[in-house]
């Protein structure tokens, strides 16, 4: 597993608990950086499963986050369960 890996799971962790698009977002340039460097060859040694797995779990962290931010701000502006 790559740096640029190790640090796109670690985002990709931190999005899912609390920083939502703020840390998906770095994570998901992060791990296809590596997923590029694989294919052109320049890295042949990494792991590829591991680049994959994690841009694909900083995009669907990215998705999920959006998502609830835009349930909540129509809670807020439907005066629902957004009053807390």
């Given at each position: 597993m790559g740096d640029n890996t190790k640090w796109a799971l670690g985002l990709g962790i931190a999005s899912f608990f609390c920083c939502g698009p703020?840390?998906?977002?770095?994570?998901?340039?992060?791990?296809?950086k590596d997923m590029d460097a694989i294919?052109?060859?320049?890295?042949?040694?990494?792991n590829?499963?591991?680049?994959?797995?994690?841009?694909?779990?900083?995009?669907?962290?990215?998705?999920?986050?959006?998502a609830f931010i835009c349930l909540w701000v129509s809670m807020r502006?439907?005066?629902?369960?957004?009053?807390?």
């Open positions: 703020f840390t998906a977002i770095p994570g998901i340039f992060m791990a296809k294919a052109s060859g320049q890295a042949p040694h990494l590829e499963g591991w680049a994959k797995g994690t841009y694909y779990l900083n995009i669907i962290s990215l998705v999920l986050s959006v502006g439907l005066g629902g369960l957004g009053r807390f």
